[in-house]
């Protein structure tokens, strides 16, 4: 078992940026291809971003491409989320995943990962 813990979440105002972490343990993180998803009030759970284990590739939705920016620091046990430009409508709570997998690519949906975290809420001013 995984545990995760995200944190960096706040209010800004639009335009401005924050940066999330997801502190792993429990397990070798290495082993595990990371994700970042999101949920705002009324709505379903939303994928954001997607990194594989060594941190060689990536994938975004289209409504962050080029504004965020997902990395890891194995030696840390931690995934990042840059959020820069940020907008009103990116509000939501934001829940980082971990999915153990055998190669080198990204899981991008919400169904194939195991490990969840408790979220971290992120408000946008406009």
């Known amino acids: 078992q995984v545990q995760l813990v995200e944190s960096g979440g706040g209010l800004v105002q639009a335009g401005g940026s924050l940066r999330l972490s997801c502190a792993a343990s429990?397990?070798?993180?290495?082993?595990?291809?990371m994700g970042w998803f999101r949920q705002a009030p009324g709505k379903e759970r939303e994928f954001v971003a997607a990194?594989?284990?060594?941190?060689?590739?990536?994938y975004y939705a289209d409504s962050v491409k080029g504004r965020f920016t997902i990395s890891r620091d194995n030696a840390k046990n931690t995934v990042y989320l840059q959020m820069d430009s940020l907008k009103p409508e990116d509000t939501a709570n934001y829940y980082c995943?971990?999915?153990?997998?055998?190669?080198?690519?990204?899981?991008?949906?919400?169904?194939?990962?195991?490990?969840w975290g408790q979220g971290t809420q992120v408000t946008v001013s406009s």
């Open positions: 995943a971990a999915e153990y997998v055998p190669g080198a690519g990204v899981v991008v949906t919400l169904s194939q990962y195991d490990h």
């Open positions: 429990g397990r070798t993180f290495s082993n595990y291809a």
């Open positions: 990194i594989n284990r060594s941190g060689g590739s990536t």
